[in-house]
């Protein structure tokens, strides 16, 4: 399978705990997103890198949440002390600017904060 | 967060059905994208637009970009069981620099056998 992958698919944590997920985008792809979407919403956009570099952060990124991308490869989302505000889908996507800069999708990391 | 107007918020229909659906915004979008969405999973790319105007198929899908860039249609003819989910628009936005796709709420497909 050469999609986007994320890890884990699921997620349960107490309130107060740090969580890191985990996404593998596509391998020739150089850019790779960061949605977060609650029931009922389409996703929104958390955040987004071209290779290592993280160029823009959304105003829903507090300073609780840090992404980081250290070989331009694989990347990851950690929440600090969680709320359960947190609980959500956390979705990745990558593209390529090669290929339209068309952005494809993992399966999520479902958070649920108790 | 900005979101796109995307209507109906849900269909009920019989199979065998043709479906449309639309996406409306105040901004102008260089890309309109539309993806399904199925309960757990994440969003499945259906058709990708890049030009205004643009109309473009992928087998019983029919989508286009808006002459305006502010809009965009989804059809789906002789709908079958498996196209039950939830269908999202999603816009890229133009001059800010970022990629980020803005979505739409989304429509919820259900097919009445």
């Known amino acids: 399978d050469t999609g986007v992958s994320q890890d884990p698919r699921h997620k349960i944590t107490k309130r107060g705990q740090n969580v890191t997920f985990r996404c593998d985008p596509i391998?020739?792809?150089?850019?790779l997103y960061w949605y977060r979407q609650t029931l009922g919403q389409g996703p929104e956009f958390l955040t987004y890198?071209?290779?290592?570099?993280?160029?823009?952060k959304s105003r829903l990124l507090s300073d609780r949440f840090s992404a980081e991308r250290p070989k331009g490869s694989f990347s990851t989302l950690e929440i600090q002390r969680t709320e359960q505000g947190d609980s959500a889908m956390y979705l990745c996507?990558?593209?390529?600017?090669?290929?339209?800069?068309?952005?494809?999708f993992g399966p999520g990391t479902r958070l649920t904060v108790l | 967060g900005q979101q796109l107007n995307q209507s109906p918020q849900s269909m009920f229909i019989q199979e065998g059905e043709d479906v449309s659906m639309n996406c409306t915004s105040s901004?102008?979008?260089?890309?309109w994208l539309w993806y399904k969405q199925d309960p757990g999973e994440g969003p499945v790319l259906l058709i990708a637009?890049?030009?205004?105007?643009e109309l473009t198929s992928n087998g019983r899908l029919t989508a286009q970009f808006g002459i305006t860039r502010k809009d965009s249609f989804l059809n789906i003819s002789a709908s079958i069981p498996s196209d039950v989910g939830i269908y999202f628009c999603?816009?890229?936005?133009?001059?800010?620099?970022?990629?980020?796709?803005?979505f739409g709420q989304g429509t919820r497909l259900t097919i009445n056998p």
């Open positions: 996507a990558s593209s390529s600017p090669g290929a339209g800069d068309t952005q494809y």
């Open positions: 391998s020739e792809h150089n850019r």
């Open positions: 890198f071209q290779n290592e570099a993280q160029l823009e």
């Open positions: 901004s102008i979008f260089n890309t």
């Open positions: 637009l890049y030009k205004a105007g």
């Open positions: 999603a816009g890229q936005l133009v001059g800010q620099g970022a990629q980020k796709l803005v």
